[in-house]
């Protein structure tokens, strides 16, 4: 089988057209072409008059005409023998797991890092027991629509916290920019279709799932973790992890002034206390409570970047027209996305993130008296706005540089704040973007009606950040503008604060992804500063997965 790429077609072209064009491409007969599978599909839209399709294909052809088209083409890159991306796993004890003293593996967490760890050990036979401090996914649901609508939040069950993470409540994006050699994420996909996820996630360059359509695949996922030995508790939030000293030393947790430990277990809210050897810490970017107990036990954290910033929403179909011209609303297009990002003047950077085609601005917050925003959308991207969050980067060094959590105490202040300009009450403060950018407060809205739920309270955002941050983001909506025409629109309505685009902290780890100071704990995903998205934190929930399987083994 041979992996043909770069095959490009026009936006409305016909099988038969697809067809013809691999012939041609690879210079064999009709009848030499035996079959071919769609692997990815993109789009190059550059040039919105002749917005062109993508393909890469496996394609099946005689034996003897794949030999001359590996010998003709053996320079070219465009063909290539189609590479091995079945998943292989690294041990199975699907019979004998535990032997002896041997204890089942604890993860911590049950978002996309956590679940696709579970999963995993499930698979290779190591019963694991996931701990989940959240509900499952239809209670935490319905916990969540409670802010959402009533302005009642539960701190135990919301957009942060219960099965699936943070990610059951977003735009279910399923890409990343992380090097994956060994073909992790199509793993990942792999498994979230045979859970009821669309096959299309399979080739399409930007695939997305949508909130209902997680909620669903989540469920059969725990199942499958249950029916091949797993153990998964709600509710069960771990107060402290148990860590005995060790005498020995390491050169690199010296180097950080750090004592080192042996994970031994956790002790649950309810008092239980669960042993275990191997933990995977798969908590999230925003499980505070959780950073603050690692750290008091002796786990080495330490700070690292993140983003601040506001939700901007446009009619989404100012979106489209501005990526597709005239193709706008084209079936295999979809809603359009945008990724933009400006250095700015004072030395700071902002960019698009999370952009959410044809969604809306939820309420995020998981501690009372804050406000925070996150974007979401369906599989059908069919709302009527656009959102984004625009967020200004920032530094430990240069931020706030007083302690490893010091980055969380920020996070509070601004959410706090956010929550006393919105009138305390859970809606969310927000501004027109032409108002914001004449630095006057918004009255009465315009063309634009804001998504965000409980509400909204028009008025001026300069106060929600710091000033270095408000001075950024003026200074590059206009410029943004010069790539998506329309981005500037007065009425456009910023909503603030975005303080989540990722942890605040690192949970450093090392080449066994076992925590530098701690052996036993291995920090995954998100919350310990290794994934930034559903992708990414499922890949590094698998890697992880495998590092606790061959240590088990030893």
């Not at 996820?197 to 359509?213: D, L, N, Q, R």
């Not at 695949?217 to 153990?231: D, H, P, T």
């Not at 969604?359 to 804050?370: F, K």
Request: charged fraction near 25%.
């Amino acid at each position: 089988m041979l992996r043909l790429s770069d095959l490009q077609l026009p936006l409305n072209h016909t099988d038969d057209e697809l067809h013809a064009a691999i012939l041609s491409r690879l210079n064999v007969r009709d009848e030499e072409l035996l079959s071919f599978n769609l692997f990815k599909r993109s789009y190059d839209a550059r040039k919105k008059a002749n917005i062109q399709l993508i393909y890469q294909l496996d394609v099946i052809l005689t034996d003897s005409a794949e030999q001359r088209v590996l010998e003709q083409f053996a320079d070219q890159s465009f063909v290539r023998p189609s590479p091995d991306t079945a998943y292989h796993f690294v041990a199975d004890v699907r019979d004998e797991f535990p032997v002896g003293k041997q204890q089942r593996p604890i993860v911590i967490g049950f978002g996309p890092c956590g679940i696709l760890a579970a999963l995993v050990l499930a698979q290779m036979g190591f019963k694991p027991i996931v701990l989940e401090r959240g509900q499952e996914v239809r209670q935490r649901t319905k916990d969540t629509w409670g802010l959402w609508r009533e302005g009642k939040l539960n701190t135990e069950s919301n957009v942060q916290y219960g099965e699936g993470g943070a990610g059951t409540f977003s735009d279910g994006k399923l890409y990343s920019q992380v090097k994956d050699k060994r073909h992790l994420g199509r793993k990942v996909l792999t498994e979230f279709v045979k859970a009821g996820a669309p096959e299309e996630i399979m080739y399409v360059s930007k695939p997305h799932i949508g909130t209902f359509k997680l909620v669903t695949m989540v469920e059969n996922i725990r199942k499958e973790i249950i029916a091949l030995g797993g153990e998964i508790r709600f509710g069960s939030k771990v107060e402290t992890i148990h860590r005995e000293a060790l005498d020995e030393c390491e050169e690199q947790a010296q180097e950080q002034g750090q004592s080192l430990g042996q994970i031994t277990g956790v002790t649950l809210s309810t008092g239980e206390t669960l042993e275990s050897r191997h933990i995977i810490l798969a908590i999230g970017h925003s499980a505070r409570d959780s950073f603050q107990m690692l750290l008091e036990q002796g786990v080495y954290i330490e700070p690292k970047p993140f983003s601040i910033g506001f939700r901007i929403e446009h009619p989404q179909a100012i979106i489209d027209k501005a990526r597709f011209g005239d193709q706008a609303g084209h079936p295999i297009l979809g809603a359009a996305d945008y990724k933009l990002v400006h250095h700015c003047k004072n030395g700071r950077s902002v960019y698009s993130f999370c952009m959410c085609p044809g969604g809306t601005v939820v309420a995020a917050t998981s501690e009372e008296g804050g406000v925070v925003t996150n974007g979401m959308s369906q599989y059908s991207r069919n709302e009527r706005n656009a959102n984004s969050a625009i967020v200004v980067g920032i530094e430990p060094e240069k931020d706030y540089p007083e302690h490893p959590l010091a980055g969380i105490d920020l996070q509070r202040q601004l959410e706090a704040l956010a929550f006393q300009l919105g009138g305390e009450n859970y809606y969310a403060p927000a501004q027109l973007v032409g108002d914001f950018l004449e630095g006057r407060p918004s009255a009465a809205l315009g063309r634009v009606t804001p998504s965000y739920t409980p509400g909204i309270s028009l008025g001026d955002l300069s106060p929600a950040l710091p000033a270095f941050a408000v001075e950024a983001i003026r200074e590059a909506i206009p410029e943004f503008n010069k790539k998506i025409k329309g981005f500037s629109m007065p009425d456009a309505v910023l909503t603030g604060v975005e303080t989540r685009t990722s942890a605040p902290i690192c949970i450093k780890r090392g080449k066994d992804f076992q925590n530098i100071n701690t052996r036993g704990l291995f920090p995954a995903g998100e919350g310990a500063g290794y994934a930034g998205g559903i992708l990414s934190a499922g890949i590094d929930g698998i890697k992880v997965a495998e590092a606790v399987a061959l240590d088990l083994l030893k």
